[in-house]
């Protein structure tokens, strides 16, 4: 079965750190641009950050930029954000997310086809 597998979400206080992960099964991430968005109650979509499968261009949103890296391990065919020093504006559900899939959706400045069930991340003193 293909599918994305988020983890690692949870509560945390600001300026803590979180780090996601996002397993893929019955596909290779190798060959896909992969990326992360999210979704707060109330609020539209947000691409927080992509990249390309190369690896060579790296997109962050404005307000997620030097807290948020984005990363891949193709040997255990798994994505990561590690989140730091998270404010309480970073509450939201986050999803993992490729270019793979026939219909391609624009969500902010990243192109996703697919991406998994989400995970919660609450930033609460």
């Known amino acids: 079965q293909v599918q994305l597998v988020e983890s690692g979400g949870g509560l945390v206080q600001p300026g803590g750190s979180l780090r996601l992960s996002c397993a893929a099964r019955?596909?290779?991430?190798?060959?896909?641009?992969i990326g992360w968005f999210r979704q707060a109650p109330g609020k539209e979509r947000e691409g927080v950050s992509c990249?390309?499968?190369?690896?060579?261009?790296?997109y962050y949103l404005d307000s997620v930029k030097g807290r948020f890296t984005i990363s891949r391990d193709n040997a255990k065919n798994t994505m990561y954000l590690q989140m730091n020093n998270l404010k309480p504006d970073d509450t939201a559900v986050y999803y993992c997310?490729?270019?793979?899939?026939?219909?391609?959706?624009?969500?902010?400045?990243?192109?996703?086809?697919?991406w998994g069930q989400g995970t919660q991340v609450t930033v609460s003193s």
């Open positions: 990249t390309i499968s190369s690896g060579r261009s790296t």
């Open positions: 997310a490729t270019d793979r899939g026939g219909t391609l959706t624009s969500v902010g400045a990243c192109v996703f086809g697919s």
């Open positions: 019955g596909f290779s991430l190798d060959y896909y641009n």
